[in-house]
């Protein structure tokens, strides 16, 4: 039997999702590149952080993708270095090149 306490963060998670600046957490995914980037309107980006802070689960996956992120830049900027080191100058620009095109 569900505690009455669960009962009523479900119904009120719920009637959350229906106010007008809340939206869904698949929603709030579909946002983040946006978001991170700064390039969400004002008025989005209001409604992004409604929900970050309402949707614990969102702000954990928000944490989790940040450091995705960054892992990301250093593995990067670590496999240019490597790469650098390693190759013709001629061909490394060559790379950079194609990959800005």
Do not use: W
């Not at 390039?39 to 409604?50: G, S």
């Amino acid at each position: 039997m569900k505690s009455p306490k669960k009962t009523l963060m479900k119904r009120v998670h719920g009637a959350m999702f229906k106010l007008p600046l809340m939206i869904t957490c698949d929603e709030f995914e579909s946002f983040i590149l946006a978001y991170l980037e700064g390039q969400l309107p004002k008025r989005q980006k209001i409604v992004f952080e409604f929900h970050l802070k309402a949707c614990r689960e969102c702000r954990d996956y928000l944490n989790a993708y940040r450091a995705s992120v960054e892992l990301a830049k250093v593995a990067h900027a670590a496999q240019l270095s490597e790469l650098s080191d390693d190759a013709p100058e001629d061909l490394v620009a060559a790379i950079l090149a194609a990959r800005e095109a």
